[in-house]
Each structure stands twice: as C-alpha cells, then as structure tokens.
C-alpha cells in the first residue's frame, strides 16, 4: 500500500538517470504493471490522448542506433563522439517508453466541444505531462532509473515505419530506463517564497 510518505520519496528522489543498464529483474510484465497504475493520471475532459509504446531489449536497442544514425546526419563530426557516448547510455539501459498523443481522440473532443476547440492541444500536452510524471514517479518508487528525452521530430517517420505507428500519433517524448549507473548532481532550487505566494 502506498503511504504518503513513499509518495513524498518518490517525489523528491525521482531525477534523471541518463546512464542505465540492464537488469534481467526490469521485465515486461514489471513494466506493465507500473504503467498500470500511471494511466490514473488525468487529462482534460477525461479525453485520453496519451498512448505508449514500449520498446524492450533488442527493439529499444534499434530505437538508440536509430537516433544515432539520425544524429550522425545532423552533429558536427568533432562533436559526435559525445553525443554517442551520451545515447550508449540510454542504449544500455532495459527498454525505452515511447509517449505519444492520439490526434485523432483529440479532433474527436474538438467537435464534442467545439466552444472549447483552441484549447484541447494545449490540454493535450499538459495531459502528456502528468501522463510521464506519473510513469517517472512510479519507475522511481519501483527503484528502476530512468529520464525523459526528446529526439523528436527528427525520428518521427522512421519511428512509425520500424515499429508500425499509427499516422495520426504524435511523438511526444522517449524514456529509457534501467538499472541506475550513475549518481545524479545536486539539484539547486528557487527560493520557496519566489515561487509560491499566499494570500490570507
């Protein structure tokens, strides 16, 4: 059972882990249970957008040479060897959550409720958000590490080719994950008082 004091853990201890491995304990089924759970994070009007695909093994190893190749189009030749070195971290790790929103639940609630047409992406994104929060809360309460990167659009099309994704989905995020191989940096945060105001 969850107590609030696990929630407040994992709350302050969840941050990226860029550097992942593989951990035979990291299955498909533990994946799918954890996932499970996040699809109770909300969304606007209930629509959910979100989808997610999972990459595990040798098929989230191809989505890391993917990018690499993608990258190696793109970066300057004397500052490749970084950037691979940085995607050999997330290559290493056990799979990779792919997080896409569904444009066509979001057309749907455009017609559904038209007074409110201009504001459904934007609901769409911020649904996006709490829909990873939730998955990185709960892969950290699990003790799994993981980050959030963004190589879209660049990878997009050849996403949806290898692994047979709908058009109408869009790439939103990717998040490889694993057994945790490095120690994050500390954190620096805003004064408390600059960032909340109470009136009373």
Do not use: C
Request: aromatic share 10%.
């Amino acid at each position: 059972m969850t107590t609030a004091a696990t929630l407040k853990d994992a709350i302050i201890n969840r941050r990226s882990i860029r550097k992942v491995t593989k951990n035979a304990a990291i299955t498909s089924e533990r994946i799918a249970e954890i996932l499970k759970t996040s699809l109770h994070a909300p969304s606007s009007f209930n629509m959910q957008s979100g989808r997610m695909v999972v990459l595990m093994d040798g098929e989230h190893e191809k989505l890391w040479d993917i990018v690499k190749e993608t990258l190696r189009k793109r970066v300057p030749a004397e500052n490749f060897e970084a950037t691979a070195q940085r995607l050999q971290g997330f290559r290493d790790g056990a799979g990779t959550i792919l997080f896409f929103e569904d444009q066509a639940t979001i057309q749907r609630m455009q017609e559904n409720a038209p007074s409110y047409k201009e504001q459904f992406p934007f609901w769409s994104h911020q649904g996006s958000a709490m829909l990873q929060y939730a998955v990185w809360m709960s892969l950290e309460a699990d003790g799994i590490g993981s980050s959030l990167q963004h190589y879209n659009p660049i990878i997009d099309e050849e996403v949806k080719r290898t692994w047979g994704i709908p058009q109408e989905w869009s790439l939103i995020a990717q998040m490889p994950f694993g057994e945790p191989n490095e120690q994050p940096g500390e954190r620096s945060f805003l004064p408390f008082e600059d960032v909340v105001k109470f009136h009373q």
